[in-house]
């Protein structure tokens, strides 16, 4: 095929203009990058080989380095897995990552922002910082003829080409700048700088990496050595690696079992949250292999989606090389396996709880929406998830464990009470929190979305209640000194006016317990689920019928007592639905919710308004 032209896509020439430029201060990190897509095509050459029967040459898998001073190029080759053409278009022409608007926006906002690369899988185009001119040459195993050639001076289009008697592999040769040390950049061609970079952060990279006759990697499996024996940086580096977030993880857990079944397993917590914890595709799991050789990566099976940002390695002593996802969602060793994992990061969070709370502060702030969505997927593990969990609180500022709040528990408590809502702000104004402000009683403040949902999920803690103050009815422990209610018979010719106007928005109306200071509320029967709930289920397409709520009155507001002297003096008053409406609409508001006809609303407002001018 003749030699075509092409453009890249419009955000990969935007980021190849911010590599050119030079944003990065440690320009070492593409020949990582490099041995890193190299690592993986030798893995993947090896995977096939073995699961899919693919004719293959599997004996001396490796990457070599060569480096030519004179003629100032540098090249990597590999003898792994291949491309063919489209996959280089694919792959390299164009970014076929999600998030690649988000990374272009923080590259241009963060200059110095090297963990960037790796994180968004765009490892290849950090390559133009050091080079004008880069080449590829590929060949896909298992696949007859021709390979393909590929060339750009990241200049925005990129050539490509059949390339004859190229052999199974990648090879990239990257024509390097001049030596420039106010740019940091140095001469990629030395010797000793190969050697450092290759030391620094591709030592535990499991194939050789040759220079020449010399292999200049070790090639150690870090969850197979003592932890005595590792440094902090190396396995910094090996998390790096493996998860392509280039700051340090938070947490590093070493796990080994021996007996009937055998597995190590090397995990990392890391320090902040990936761009995409939140989005469906996003690639979550373990990698796994089996006696040292690679098997699989992102394996969901090993963690549960709750636990999605956990990285590391699981490395079986009694697994099947050409075992498949199929048989791993049945294999009861790696149920054994994933049970235990589970329970080791539950116990480590803990563990930082106690023992370095500024840590676990980052942990939860980074996490903690994703740990509580294990409240519904793992009922079996609700107490050690409580037990690491921490909410937002009216007894101050900072984030409560539910162990410091049951210890808080007013004398004669016997529910943790809580209430959700968008924002803290928003929970902390709300009409529902009067009476127990009044009296001192702490509330939880949950603010996530997932939160509508598990507390409904979790029954208890600790042998305490978990209670909405939103829900049913209030009879909190009464204040001696506080003054007796209004029998509700005083009130109910007014109460059963509202409840006939109002009839198609509440299913009852009633005297409240919980109001201080505001006119009314609006309260979920019970055993009904929650407007926020209803609404998100609506969202999802799952239509159902619309749940009333109970309407409630404080009768110690002057609004509520003039309405029902109003209403005793003339029952057919025509302004008095209008401000059964007026007082239905504010409820709903003061709580954060939506009127069914806002303008309709505002006319009877303004209207009212205009009377009292």
Request: charged share 30%; hydrophobic share 35%; net charge negative.
């Amino acid at each position: 095929m003749m030699m075509e032209t092409l453009e890249f896509q419009a955000e990969a020439r935007q980021l190849l203009q911010l590599m050119v430029h030079s944003i990065y201060s440690n320009k070492d990190i593409f020949l990582r990058e490099l041995i890193s897509n190299a690592s993986d095509a030798l893995d993947k050459l090896r995977l096939a080989k073995l699961q899919d029967g693919l004719e293959a040459d599997i004996s001396d898998l490796h990457i070599e380095i060569e480096a030519d001073p004179e003629a100032r190029t540098l090249t990597v080759r590999d003898n792994g897995i291949g491309m063919n053409r489209d996959e280089v278009i694919d792959l390299i022409g164009t970014i076929a990552k999600s998030g690649t608007a988000e990374l272009l926006s923080k590259l241009k906002e963060a200059k110095e922002s090297p963990e960037l690369i790796g994180q968004f899988g765009v490892g290849f185009y950090s390559t133009f910082m050091v080079a004008d001119k880069v080449t590829l040459v590929t060949h896909k195993a298992g696949t007859e003829g021709h390979g393909t050639r590929w060339e750009s001076d990241g200049g925005g289009t990129y050539t490509i080409e059949d390339a004859e008697d190229a052999p199974v592999g990648t090879t990239i040769t990257l024509h390097l700048r001049p030596k420039d040390e106010d740019d940091a950049l140095f001469d990629y061609a030395e010797d000793w700088k190969i050697r450092e970079i290759v030391k620094r952060y591709s030592d535990f990279i499991s194939f050789p990496i040759r220079k020449g006759e010399e292999t200049l990697n070790s090639q150690k499996a870090l969850w197979a050595r003592p932890r005595s024996e590792v440094t902090e940086e190396e396995y910094h580096q090996f998390y790096r690696h493996i998860s392509h977030d280039w700051s340090d993880p938070l947490e590093i857990i070493n796990m080994k079992a021996e007996g009937t079944f055998e597995y190590e397993a090397l995990l990392f917590i890391p320090s902040r949250a990936p761009h995409d914890l939140f989005q469906r595709d996003a690639r979550r799991g373990l990698q796994l292999y089996v006696k040292r050789v690679f098997i699989m990566d992102d394996s969901k099976e090993l963690i549960p989606d709750y636990l999605r940002f956990v990285k590391g390695v699981v490395d079986a002593a009694d697994l099947s090389l050409n075992i498949s996802r199929e048989i791993l969602q049945q294999d009861r060793h790696i149920q054994m396996i994933r049970r235990r994992l589970v329970k080791k990061v539950l116990s480590t969070i803990k563990d930082l709880m106690s023992s370095n709370p500024e840590k676990y502060a980052t942990f939860w702030r980074e996490f903690g929406r994703a740990v509580k969505e294990g409240l519904l997927s793992e009922p079996d593990n609700h107490k050690p998830i409580l037990e690491i969990s921490s909410f937002s609180s009216t007894a101050g500022t900072e984030p409560t464990t539910l162990a410091a709040y049951v210890e808080r528990m007013k004398d004669g408590q016997d529910e943790i009470y809580y209430l959700t809502g968008e924002t803290r702000s928003q929970v902390e104004n709300s009409p529902h929190m009067e009476a127990f402000q009044a009296q001192g009683y702490e509330v939880l403040i949950l603010t996530d979305p997932v939160d509508e949902i598990w507390a409904d999920a979790v029954p208890e803690f600790d042998g305490k209640k978990l209670r909405s103050i939103a829900r049913g009815s209030v009879d909190l422990k009464k204040d001696d000194a506080e003054p007796e209610k209004e029998p509700e018979g005083d009130f109910a010719p007014l109460l059963g006016f509202l409840k006939e106007k109002l009839d198609e928005q509440v299913k009852e109306v009633r005297l409240s317990h919980r109001l201080t200071t505001s006119a009314a509320c609006l309260v979920s029967d019970a055993d009904d689920i929650t407007p926020a709930l209803e609404k998100m289920y609506r969202a999802m397409g799952q239509d159902g019928p619309r749940v009333k709520r109970i309407l409630e009155l404080n009768p110690n507001h002057p609004l509520v007592s003039g309405l029902r002297s109003a209403h005793e003096g003339n029952a057919d008053e025509a302004s008095l639905p209008d401000t059964a409406e007026l007082l239905y609409g504010t409820a709903l508001l003061a709580e954060g919710g939506d009127l069914e006809d806002p303008a309709r609303f505002a006319k009877l407002l303004a209207d009212r308004l205009a009377k009292t001018v």
